[in-house]
């Protein structure tokens, strides 16, 4: 009834006298949440559908009545027998009387006394949420038994949740309105009839089933899932004692949510929009690989549902192709976060098996919640305690009540409104103790909004502007006005005047307000009359602009004033809204993947369009595709056009919209942009794309999985940032030619330093207020780092040649004739990154010889013998030996090598304050050992 309320409450006209229609309804929240039973039982769902009728002003309760009893008894021929009608017994704490009426109208349609039963407004009072049209309502039931019958015995059970005693059509006579401020019920100006009654359980019915999930609209799902995993077939079991039991409600819960992701899915829902349809999707997912055993049955099922829904939901089989692309993602997004399950998470999902892997894994704050609780062992959780759930754990209702059958204890939800109550007033007492000045300057603002009779502002002069081709500027034309009501904040000295007509734009759609003067008198603003507007603000269609009170200046209601914008600002708030448009457009055609706005914002210096897209990340390549693709569009001055048209006259699959986002039923603005793009937008925009100049994306994140945001530019500042960008493409191109040429090592550190340079703009320049193309700058730094590593790598394989040098030095010092043997330190090898010893002891193949080495502080040694100079008591193994318990390391031979001829020293971590000391006791152990054991032969 949502999309009515105001019908209703009589402030739009009605869209006709009386409708019919079917409607796909979810729920998962809120004060209608059914998630907790799905699979449970055999009618509860988290999606269903609902038939209804409905009257705007035009018929009410008789006839409303008379037209269902007719459908049920002659259309579908149900049996009356079965049938039960409750209606609305009235309730003292509401004030109102039973319905009466209602009871008279089913006697005299023929329902027998004892089957029209009075409830509560628990039952039998219709109410969306805490305020707004409300009504008694009359239920109608059926039995669904075969003790349908007898009356006496089954009569008490309407109401009581039993599965074969179903609600199956619920009347709703809207004609009341809870009041927001006091909770008080009054009259609407009308009397409506909203209809409801579920095409499940309906069919169940006509079907002859017990069950919804008996019907075709789920059976063909049981029977796919039953195929592609090859598990027991479904059976129907309800009875937790059965061994099918488990089974069967995860193939209830599966398809039930098949359902509902699918019409979510298809209506344009994201996953990263609406928690609760991405706590669903890995509710599934977890299903399908626990029970199942099949990671990618709800990539199955999907298919499935539209195959029973797509005839009559054509939106499901057109975007079947997203729906699944979407599903992958996140499939793998899930994946990925369970990779990072702790032993803590496994833990507790081993302890309390009832949770859900998602709910723990989200929930970050859930093992303290379950300790606290646990520890406290309550049976009644009080306001303040749910609260502290909420607050300092980040639990949510849903799983908090599944933590309280879990633990065992109940929850007293209606004490928890209170305790925020309290707490909200104990903040707004201390809020108006800081700021009372201010906070009554609010106070009397708003009441005299509230209670004027005078017209809002007129505001169809923010849009009458004109392009000045000279100065390239957007010209908003003066506009006369007179004060409405003017509030002196005294606190902040300033005015904040109301005007019977405005051409300010104030913060709406993501844009910013305007800025501008303000004159008194309608004079020059050289009189000294004129002041400088800072802020405006509407309020429920009441234009207010602030500005700062001067001496010796007055204002007064009726006072005529002059508005004037700032042009300069206007007109980058203007192309920059309009490049908005065209970047959502253009990511859309360039990344063929499923994706929907989250939010923008649109600002003087620029504008940041954030997007949830499913599937891989965005390529630089695409990135830069997206950038030429709005500069080619700028170059061809493609017509902009607006017009302002109702909601039912759209055809909204053609236009971009925000998904979640409210728009007004009139008054809707569309803004077409050649073929390119069409969205709803409150905004103002350019007349041609070709008044945008130019246009830059100088950043894009990824702040979350799938979730991009896009920083941009247009206007002068994109032309300054392409400047730019040409700069600096030019700087490092020619770096990367002079050292690809120069090879001199004083040249070299003249290269890092520049290259350094040009990173840390490259790096920093927003932070600095450098703005460069996205795309020039990654590219640049790109270049930038293949060239340190060429740089690193040369600088490498120039130190490495130390090591050749010193042994061949060494080996010149020390000829066969006057050295046995050697036992070397590597100098060198302390500047080195790495060092590989065996190039060390190749240069001596003609004797043995022992090398240490140290790196990053690694000691390292090698031991080199030639096979004939070995033996039992002096060999490579031997040898080193001394040297690795010196050390305390261990040794062993190269993999496929023989250790009497060579053998290695496993790197070992020292610290350098000991290192010389341990070096010399080595080096004399090695030479001493030597002396002794080796024999030359001769």
Known sequence: MNQFKNVFLGTNDRPCERAVNSQKCVRVGGKHNDLSVVGTDSYHHTFFEMLGNWSFGDYFKREACQMAWDLLKNVYRIDIDRVYVTYFGGDPNLNLPGDDECREIWLNLGIPQDRIIPFGARDNFWEMGNSGPCGPCTEIHLDLSNEYKHTKARRHLVNAGVPDLTEIWNIVFIQYNRSLDDGAIRNLPQHHVDTGMGLERLVAHLQGKLS??????????????????????YRGCFASNDNYYELDTAYRILADHSRMITACLADGMFPSQNHKLRRIIRKSLAFASRTFEYPELLRETVPCVVEILGDVYPEMSNNLSSMLQIIDHERHSYDKLRSKRTNDTNALLERFPQLDESEVLEHAGLPGAIKELTQMAPTHLNGATIHKMYDTFGLDEELLVKLGEMLKFSLDFRDYEQHV????????????????????????????????????????????????????????????????????????????????KSNFYCESGGQQGDKGRLTVGGGSTEDGKSFEVTTVTDHKGFIMHSIEKQPNVTLSVGDRVVLQIDSNRRTQLTVNHTATHLLNAMVRKMVPLPMCQRSSAVTERGLRLELAISGDKITL????????????????????????????????????TVPGETYPDRGLRVVSIGNISSELCCGTHAMNTGELQDFAITNVTQSKSGCFTFHAVAGPAAKKVHFLGAQIQSDVGQLQQDAEQNERSEDITSIETRMQRLK???LTGMDNNIHLPYCVRQRCLNVINTLYQKLKDRSRESLRELVDIEMRNLMEQKPVTSDRFIVHFLECSIILEEVQLSKATRYCPDRPILVISITDNQVKARATVPLHMANERFNAERWLGVVAQTFKAQTAAPKGQNAVEVCNMKARKVTMLHFDATLEKALLAARTYAEEHFQQVG
């Open 212 to 233: 919804n999930y008996d019907t075709d609209l789920f059976k063909p799902i049981f029977r796919h899932i039953h195929k592609v995993t090859k598990k027991d077939p």
């Open 421 to 500: 109550r309290k707490l909200k007033e104990g903040y707004k007492l201390e809020l108006a103790t800081q700021l009372q000045s201010r906070l009554s300057a609010y106070q009397s603002l708003k009441e005299s909004l509230d209670n004027t009779t005078l017209k809002t502002t007129g505001t169809e002069r923010k849009y009458n502007y004109a392009f000045n081709q000279e100065k390239g500027l957007y010209e908003v034309a003066p506009c006369q006005a007179n004060v409405s009501l003017l509030l002196d904040d005294e606190s902040r000295n300033q005015w904040h005047v109301v005007t019977d």
């Open 621 to 656: 390549e695409q990135i830069s595709a997206i950038e030429g693709e709005i500069r080619s569009a700028i170059s061809r001055n493609e017509p902009i056009g607006v017009r302002v048209c109702n909601a039912k006259d759209l055809d909204f699959a053609k236009i971009t």
């Open 760 to 762: 840390n703009v490259l």
